[in-house]
């Protein structure tokens, strides 16, 4: 029987969790119509979280993680996908409830499938990955919102992190003045280099939120939550907007309706796992015309398949800038 590599997360009868490399037989792949042999994944946040248990990500054991995933169809039972196809995944529950692609194979639904953008590499799509793919819909909302190049100075915060550093690089390639927010002040250079005009210490949106505060941004992409989101849309300018996309500052909102109501501001949600279909080849489409290369390899590092559990724990403990590129195949 033909087999593969994976990492496999599992949990035994007491609740303890262990995760490593093994071999797996295709005859246990879980159910789908296309089945992939996988190149490239990334690293995501929510991977970190799936191999360190820190949260309880992984709903079903036991479990490959790796939220994102391009490869080249080798089975199609969908009219959609034939053998050959290059393909792209992110969401969907993969890495939590379906076996994901930090495996050689993945076997999964079509529907959750998109065709590999034109004049994108496979590298550079996992480079971009649920971070880029998400902070371009973030780009996109604030966009819709009439938010455009000149319009004032736009807040990233988390801006070191993955998702970050692709807002401050779209965001500054399509002509915005961006203010990038950090915990690493060591990464000034680096988040300058990817375009952003000025570099705040998150200090400045850590403390206790009020109501409203001095305004200083028309808008803003948020990669934190909590306590910095607060403070975040209370220095928005009237009619401006927040485009919300993480939690790693924790998932409570401890702020005031005057922001809202005072101000005019509109709080975007950003769901990037379920985005309808035409909505995600848009961002990707997107990606594809308005990344800059060069900005994109700057903030992108690649690492072999054996060192994902290291780096993994990393992205968890706050120790990864940028993007990771896993080669896999």
Known sequence: MASFRAVLIEKDAAGGQSVGF????????????????????TINYKDGLAVTGRLPVVRHFPMIPGVDGVGTVIGSESEAFAVGDRVLLNGWGVGELHWGFWAERARVRSEWLIALPPGITGDEAMALGTAGYTAMLAVMALERHEIHPGSGPILVTGAAGGLGSTAV?????????????????????????????????RAELSGPPRPLSKIRFVGAIDAVGGATLANVLSMIRDFGAVAA????????????????ILR?????????VRAPKAVRT???????????RAKLAAMTRAIP?????DEARAIVDGRVRGRIVVEIG
């Open 282 to 292: 848009a961002a990707w489409n997107r990606l594809a015309r308005d990344m800059d």
């Open 264 to 272: 005019g501001v509109t709080l975007y949600g950003i769901e990037s």
């Open 22 to 41: 093994t071999r797996i037989d295709e005859t246990a792949m879980m159910p789908g119509d296309v089945t992939i042999a996988v190149e490239r994944s």
């Open 245 to 260: 996309c993480g939690n790693a500052g924790g998932m409570d909102l401890p702020g005031s309706v005057a922001p809202f």
């Open 305 to 309: 398949f054996d060192a994902v559990l």
């Open 169 to 201: 690089s779209l965001l500054s390639s399509l002509g915005h003045h961006v203010v990038a927010a950090t915990g690493r002040p060591e990464e000034a250079d680096y988040l300058k280099g990817l375009g952003a005009a000025e570099v705040i210490d």
